[in-house]
């Protein structure tokens, strides 16, 4: 493991807090410390918005890069379309690797409803994956999108080659059940602020970096991404909620994982405890744990080019 020192009704404020924090998502700027931004290709902000019928319903997605090899799919947080990636982690790992972003169903520009559980969406999921022609991907998760991409694994292994999960906990996370109220707490307030406090610390390092990440996500003006409607993120919710429960043979499930597994945590994740990352890691076989000081649940937009590095090196491997 390494540590890295360096939401009318109460139901439809947090809905709306939902798609507040999904607005919070192209040219990468340099982050509070190091950065060679200038030589990164901006694919994020230039990438044509492509569709493609999955099991009746059109998807939305976008590729970044021409890479040969084995692309990378990444699923989004609750709450995001293809617009709330950070594109200082889109554009970074596509200078190597082919990436592919979209929005599952009912999500952003997709058609269809989005189902309210997370087997569901990982089920949907690996239909787009299959509908693209790909017989093997890795697989990149933020928040939500790390729980999909778990049980995709865990349903569809043959799919995957690597997993790389972020703002990540198991099947019945500790903390987790507690997100109705810390997305409460989040109404009125605007898209950049729910970002700062849902997904950053209060420090001014942490602040900073936040701002630069919601800025970066803003740039691309044409041909952006629909937001996330209310129907949809108050399914996500549902889905999200329905992971928290506790389920007893969560860490036998991960036990089962064989595939690489890199997990990368704020060390003051407060929608979803760093002691979860620690779970995955101690359970999943063939797992590596990076922790970031001074970062919240949005650690990994915070620490991008470190994080870039990380993840390229692992996907190397």
């Known amino acids: 493991m390494k540590n890295r020192t360096l939401f009318r009704s109460t139901k439809q404020l947090i809905i709306l807090s939902i798609l507040a924090l999904g607005l919070a998502s192209c040219k990468k700027d340099n982050g509070p410390g190091k950065g060679t931004s200038t030589a990164i290709v901006d694919y994020h902000q230039t990438a044509p918005t492509k569709f493609i019928d999955v099991a009746g319903n059109s998807y939305a997605y976008r590729i970044l890069g021409d890479k040969d090899g084995i692309p990378l799919v990444m699923l989004s947080a609750l709450g995001g379309s293809m617009d709330d990636w950070d594109p200082a982690i889109t554009n970074g790992l596509a200078q190597k690797y082919k990436v592919i972003i979209f929005d599952n169903q009912g999500v ?46 865990l349903t569809h292994p043959e799919l995957v080659n690597k997993i790389i999960l972020t703002g990540t906990g198991p099947k019945g996370s500790e903390g987790l059940s507690n997100l109705p109220n810390l997305l409460a707490a989040a109404a009125g307030l605007t898209p950049e602020e729910s970002l700062l406090r849902f997904a950053f610390t209060s420090s001014e390092k942490s602040i900073a970096a936040g701002k630069e990440s919601y800025a970066r996500t ?69 797992a590596d744990l990076i922790t970031y000081p001074d970062a919240g649940h949005a650690a990994v937009f915070q620490y991008h080019d470190e994080f870039v590095q990380e993840a390229i090196n692992f996907l190397a491997k």
């Open 108 to 153: 952003g520009s997709s058609k269809g409803t989005t189902p309210d559980n997370i087997t569901a969406m990982a089920s949907d999921a690996a239909n787009f994956i299959k509908a693209l022609g790909y017989t093997k991907v890795n697989i990149m998760g933020f928040s939500m999108g790390s729980f999909i991409s778990q049980q995709l694994v």
């Open 218 to 286: 803003q740039k691309r003006t044409t041909d952006r991404d629909l937001p996330v409607n209310e129907q949809s993120g108050g399914t996500q919710l549902t889905a999200v909620l329905g992971w928290a429960q506790p389920y007893p043979n969560a860490f036998n499930e991960l036990k089962t994982i064989k595939q690489p597994v890199l997990i990368a945590q704020g060390q003051q994740d407060i929608p979803v405890p760093v002691i979860n990352a620690v779970n995955l890691y101690k359970n999943i076989p063939n």
